[in-house]
């Protein structure tokens, strides 16, 4: 493969896999809250959000 498509490949392959960290450390941080929180409405909020950014079609209720 030549320089600059491998260089378009790999900025891409971080870009994205860099974006699937950061949508999973936000699924986990909505998880912790909601799990730990004693405020009915935070957890109802945080699993609202969860659903939001899963990205799984199969867990989102409909």
Known sequence: ???RPRKLSLS??????LG???AV????ALA???LTTEDIRS???ASAA???TSTSRTSRRS
């Open 20 to 22: 699937r960290l950061g």
């Open 32 to 34: 912790i809250v909601g």
């Open 50 to 52: 969860r659903r939001c």
């Open 43 to 45: 957890a109802r909020a």
């Open 25 to 28: 450390a936000a699924f986990l």
């Open 1 to 3: 493969m030549n320089p």
């Open 12 to 17: 891409v392959h971080i870009a994205t896999s």
